[in-house]
């Protein structure tokens, strides 16, 4: 590919919108330019390098026994209606009408359609383990877009859906996903972690994230030290102290007593003025959703877990309560809310079962409770595991240190059971002639976001490093200066013999300084370079240089050939 007809718009400056290093750079190399919050363009460069992940995902894929389809983008309500995820979806499914006035959706996933497909196609046991799967556009109507392709509201997927006669088999699939989205994630050279996405410790791990690390993750996870124990910090389960079984003696219990606080809300602000610590104050969260409000009681010092909360009511849709709402349930502002006297459901965080004489809202502008106690002056409805993953929490299984890490959700992999079959009638007939249900995987790849993320870890200040598995080009050639003859020539020769051996190089033939091709070449990232100087060329020597290491090689021009190929095939394997 010549450079001086390609469509490679470099950028001297860093775009302002872009917050992290892989949007920034992904803009600045001419990969992506967006149309719209959350919706991009991919140009030439990037759209090489989506092929490349592409390719890798198919070759995994099949190999892995998994078939491809393409499914529609634009998808009807009924679909959903029958899995009642067309209510409980909330605001990220984009809803519109077609001319007949007939309610459709942009996918945000496939469950549904593929089902469908299931339902229709499968009806003997011989028919399945089927696994399906496409890369197609979804559309997610995210809250918050950001950084770029990492966050999108158009974006590319992966996704594919395994059907199962039974759940034994089905989790044999699932191992097989795993193994592949493994080799996948390696074969795009990165570094990456797979972590429990689900409390996978009662639930038997039906759930997987591949998270590269990297700095800029939006996720934090959390690795034991000493064992295999890793998890998304939204779902770490951890050691609970000996002490968090019921162990509350009211021969302890002081006399409740309520005490003014004016103004004081937060638990900073509250335990200051009190001089008790926040470990000894109970913060009582109120929700909405659509199963009604709840009040959700967490020490002071933890933090609530929506996810936690949400898994456990069984709701997508689940918010803290507005103001008014939280006026109209506990009589008082926001600040001063506690759990005496509400007439919601109470759920407390299981650390809270061996507290005794805490503090609480009263309920009652400026006021706050002291040395209230569970079972003498409220009752709880359940204790849950409601409260998040915190620094010093122990590794659930061994009890060791856990380390933090940021990561990229790149992957995701889980076990769906027979919620679609059952739902949508997704059934086949066994070797008896019984009908039985279908038991269901889902599997997802963020194509767009492994380009990003792959570049959120590596690059350095002059731009992107691509792994070469994933890098639009393996080669760039660079004469420095088009204008001499012996330059131009021995590029153009070199460009064709490489092209013809299958190298893929994209050629710098602009009548640019030496200085802005460096630049860009940097920049853009291409793994290897070719550089024809004048001085060396007369001697008869190329030079290459690698971009990772900024090692340089020279080449006897004979030789040229043969060891980018070598140097390729190394940079493929690593
Ligand atoms: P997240 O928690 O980051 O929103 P998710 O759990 O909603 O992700 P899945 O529904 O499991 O994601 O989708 C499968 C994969 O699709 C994810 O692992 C991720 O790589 C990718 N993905 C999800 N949402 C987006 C998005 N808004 N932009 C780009 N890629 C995305
Ligand atoms: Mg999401």
């Known amino acids: 590919m010549r450079y001086s007809q390609y469509l490679l718009p470099t950028l001297k400056e860093v775009p302002s919108e872009a917050e992290v290093p ?9 990969m992506i330019r967006k149309l719209a919050s959350g919706v991009y363009s991919y140009l030439p460069l990037g759209l090489r390098s989506i092929r490349k992940v592409e390719t890798i995902i198919r070759e995994e894929m099949n190999r892995s026994g998994a078939i491809e389809v393409l499914l529609p983008i634009v998808l009807p309500a009924e679909l959903w209606q029958e899995t009642h995820r067309w209510e409980e979806y909330g605001k990220e499914l984009l809803r519109f009408k077609d001319r007949h006035n007939r ?14 497909i299931a339902r229709r196609e499968i009806r003997s046991y011989r028919q399945i383990p089927l696994n399906l799967f496409q890369i197609q556009t979804k559309f997610r109507d995210e809250i918050r877009p950001r950084f770029g392709v990492m966050r999108a509201r158009e974006f590319i997927m992966k996704d594919g859906y395994s059907f199962d006669v039974d759940g034994k088999n089905a989790d044999e699939s699932y191992q097989k996903m795993y193994e592949a989205y493994s080799r996948v994630f390696a074969r795009c050279g990165l ?12 639930g038997g ?9 990297a700095e800029t993750g939006e996720e934090t996870i959390v690795s034991c030290t000493h064992c295999a124990y890793a998890a998304n910090i939204e779902k770490a389960e951890f050691k609970r102290s000996e002490r968090t079984s019921w162990s509350n003696d009211p021969n302890l219990f002081k006399p409740l007593q309520k005490t003014l606080t004016p103004n004081q809300r937060t638990v900073e602000e509250v335990t200051q003025f009190l001089t008790v610590l926040s470990k000894d104050l109970v913060k009582t969260l109120i929700f909405e959703s659509d199963k009604g409000c709840v009040a ?32 109209e349930i506990t009589h008082a502002p926001k600040g001063f809310a506690g759990p005496l006297g509400l ?4 759920l407390a965080d299981l650390d809270i079962q061996s507290m005794t004489n805490f503090v609480t809202g009263a309920n009652e502008k400026d006021a706050h409770l002291l040395h209230v106690n569970i079972g003498r002056d409220f009752h709880i409805s359940q204790f849950v595991d409601l409260r998040k993953f915190t620094q010093g929490d122990l590794c659930p299984l061994c009890g060791g240190e856990m380390r933090w890490d940021r990561g990229i959700e790149v992957g ?20 008896q002639g019984k009908e039985k249900m279908m038991v269901m ?25 691509f792994p070469m598995p994933i890098a639009p080009f393996q080669v760039l050639l660079l004469p420095v200066n088009i204008k001499i003859d012996l330059l131009k020539e021995t590029a153009e020769q070199l460009h064709q013999t490489l092209l013809a051996n299958g190298v893929e190089v994209l050629y710098d033939d602009r009548e640019e300084t030496p200085g802005v091709k460096f630049k860009d070449a940097d920049l853009i990232g291409i793994p290897l370079r070719v550089t024809l100087g004048e001085k060396n060329l007369k001697k008869g020597l190329v030079e290459i240089k690698k971009r990772r290491t900024g090692e340089i090689f020279l080449v006897k021009q004979q030789e040229v050939l043969s060891k980018l190929k070598e140097m390729i095939d190394q940079e493929m394997n690593c």
Do not use: W
């Open 22 to 30: 892989s949007h920034q750079l992904m803009l600045r190399a001419g």
């Open 103 to 116: 309610d459709y959706c942009m996918g945000p996933t496939q469950e549904e359609v593929i089902t469908d």
């Open 191 to 202: 570094k990456f972690k797979v972590v429990e996405a689900e409390s996978g410790l009662i």
């Open 205 to 213: 791990h039906f759930s997987h994230e591949f998270m590269v690390l």
């Open 296 to 327: 959700a009681l967490v020490r002071g010092d933890h933090e609530i877990n929506e996810k936690k909360l949400k898994a456990f009511l069984a709701t997508e849709n689940l918010q803290l309560a507005s103001e008014e709402t939280v006026e």
């Open 343 to 346: 007439s919601i459901p109470i």
């Open 412 to 431: 995701h992999i889980f076990k769906l059971g027979t919620k679609y079959s059952n739902a949508m009638g997704a059934t086949y007939l066994d070797e």
């Open 441 to 465: 995987g889902t599997y997802g790849i963020g194509v767009g976001r492994t380009v990003a993320a792959a570049i959120e870890q590596s690059y350095d200040q002059n731009g992107i490093i």
